[in-house]
């Protein structure tokens, strides 16, 4: 019988659905919780990436944690982290980086190539 509607099968010995439809309206059930789960921190990285690359167009650029707050970047959220010889840490959104500097103030920077 098919697993999504239990109409009897026919054919193959180890087929568990009777049509296409069947077998992704089974997967897309099964798969709901984590799919909200992913879909909703996407989101989040998204927008992230779309408030950098607004407020920094020409590639580097210093702002106030309180612009990126007023925005509504979320800090708890980035794509990797990258350290520099130097010891300092650039948190990334996808291309879109930041890294915290002294006074509440972030430098904004556009990765490169060279960054991992």
């Not at 309206?25 to 919780?33: A, F, G, H, T, V």
């Not at 992913?38 to 590639?59: A, D, F, H, S």
């Not at 959104?93 to 060279?114: P, R």
């Amino acid at each position: 019988q098919c697993l999504e509607c239990g109409i009897k099968l026919s054919g193959r010995k180890d087929q568990k659905f009777c049509t296409d439809y069947c077998r992704n309206s089974y997967n897309n059930r099964l798969n709901e919780d984590s799919t909200k789960y992913v879909r909703r921190i996407n989101n989040i990285l998204r927008k992230n990436r779309r408030i950098l690359e607004k407020l920094n167009p020409t590639g580097k650029r210093t702002v106030d944690a309180m612009i990126l707050a007023e925005e509504g970047f979320n800090f708890h959220y980035f794509t990797n982290i990258y350290q520099t010889q130097k010891g300092n840490f650039y948190y990334f959104c996808y291309e879109q980086g930041y890294s915290k500097m002294e006074n509440n103030q972030y430098m904004l920077v556009l990765k490169q190539d060279y960054v991992k």
